[in-house]
């Protein structure tokens, strides 16, 4: 029965700013809707919104419309491609960077109107690990946590997963190594990273693989376009692909895991012998 098909719900975060995970967030949400998923990208930097103005869209309505009440999700939704709509956040706004956790789980449970017509849910969180980051990571299934070759990057990356295993008993993450110079320095990456996590944490940690650095995507950028669509022959292009190829293999969970998620009502329904 489709009303029970869970939604796989992947968070896409890092830490630091600046490792390039809007465009991971982005071009994976495309290449996920490329295999015909019908997928929304959240944008959950909710005071400095950028998918949109990496997209060349311009929203007439965003999230905070939402949370105060004067229209549902569905309406603020733009289509990207014929499988990926997206969720505008607002720019600029500061009350939207201090949202109280009411306001977060209204935001959460306001999915639960579109859940029907999604298949995978990517959020594009904010940097740094403030109350908000925190609120969307622990609410999605899958924690993709963005690295590059800074050593701010890996320090970063650590203190999150060490704030979110501390504090919110999460042990399972995935690492992306972000603009590698070559596939050995993406495993490096995740080398250090884990190196530090085995030491002090009791953590698991997943290696899904690494996006190449490439020109096209600061000319993608500067023309507004993903760069799966400007540049789709191009190798970091294709790095996008292989990625959704893996993230569609994982399964979808099934099980709620006793706090706020998106579509926890469906993991509960899932969960009940059916009539």
């Given at each position: 029965?489709?009303?029970?098909?869970?939604?796989?719900?992947?968070?896409?975060?890092?830490?630091?700013?600046?490792?390039?995970?809007?465009?991971?967030?982005?071009?994976?949400?495309?290449?996920?809707?490329?295999?015909?998923?019908?997928?929304?990208?959240?944008?959950?930097?909710?005071?400095?919104?950028?998918?949109?103005?990496?997209l060349g869209l311009r929203p007439k309505k965003?999230?905070?419309?939402?949370?105060?009440?004067?229209?549902?999700?569905?309406?603020?939704?733009?289509?990207?491609?014929?499988?990926?709509?997206?969720?505008?956040?607002?720019?600029?706004?500061?009350?939207?960077?201090?949202?109280?956790?009411?306001?977060?789980?209204?935001?959460?449970?306001?999915?639960?109107?579109?859940?029907?017509?999604?298949?995978?849910?990517?959020?594009?969180?904010?940097?740094?690990?403030?109350?908000?980051?925190?609120?969307?990571?622990?609410?999605a299934q899958e924690v993709l946590v963005v690295?590059?070759?800074?050593?701010?990057?890996?320090?970063?990356?650590?203190?999150?997963?060490?704030?979110?295993?501390?504090?919110?008993?999460?042990?399972?993450?995935?690492?992306?190594?972000?603009?590698?110079?070559?596939?050995?320095?993406?495993?490096?990456?995740?080398?250090?990273?884990?190196?530090?996590?085995?030491?002090?944490?009791?953590?698991?940690?997943?290696?899904?693989?690494?996006?190449?650095?490439?020109?096209?995507?600061?000319?993608?950028?500067?023309?507004?376009?993903?760069?799966?669509?400007?540049?789709?022959?191009?190798?970091?292009?294709?790095?996008?692909?292989?990625?959704?190829?893996?993230?569609?293999?994982?399964?979808?969970?099934?099980?709620?895991?006793?706090?706020?998620?998106?579509?926890?009502?469906?993991?509960?329904?899932?969960?009940?012998?059916?009539?």
């Amino acid at each position: 029965m489709n009303q029970q098909k869970p939604v796989k719900v992947i968070a896409v975060t890092g830490g630091k700013g600046g490792v390039g995970k809007t465009n991971v967030s982005v071009n994976l949400s495309l290449a996920m809707g490329e295999l015909g998923h019908r997928t929304v990208l959240m944008d959950a930097d909710l005071g400095l919104a950028n998918v949109d103005v990496l997209l060349g869209l311009r929203p007439k309505k965003t999230i905070a419309d939402v949370l105060n009440g004067d229209c549902g999700l569905e309406e603020v939704m733009l289509d990207v491609s014929e499988h990926l709509k997206i969720v505008p956040a607002c720019s600029g706004t500061q009350e939207m960077t201090a949202l109280s956790p009411h306001e977060h789980a209204e935001l959460i449970h306001a999915f639960n109107a579109v859940a029907d017509d999604i298949d995978v849910l990517v959020i594009d969180t904010a940097a740094g690990i403030s109350d908000s980051v925190v609120s969307f990571v622990k609410a999605a299934q899958e924690v993709l946590v963005v690295v590059c070759d800074e050593p701010t990057s890996i320090t970063d990356a650590y203190a999150l997963i060490k704030l979110l295993n501390r504090d919110y008993n999460m042990t399972r993450f995935r690492v992306l190594a972000n603009m590698v110079r070559g596939e050995q320095e993406g495993r490096n990456m995740f080398g250090k990273l884990l190196t530090v996590t085995d030491r002090f944490l009791d953590v698991t940690l997943q290696y899904v693989g690494s996006i190449p650095y490439d020109e096209n995507v600061r000319k993608a950028v500067q023309r507004q376009v993903a760069v799966l669509k400007a540049f789709p022959k191009s190798k970091v292009s294709l790095a996008y692909k292989q990625l959704a190829n893996k993230v569609n293999g994982w399964p979808v969970q099934t099980v709620p895991r006793g706090h706020l998620e998106f579509f926890v009502e469906r993991l509960v329904q899932g969960v009940r012998p059916t009539d």
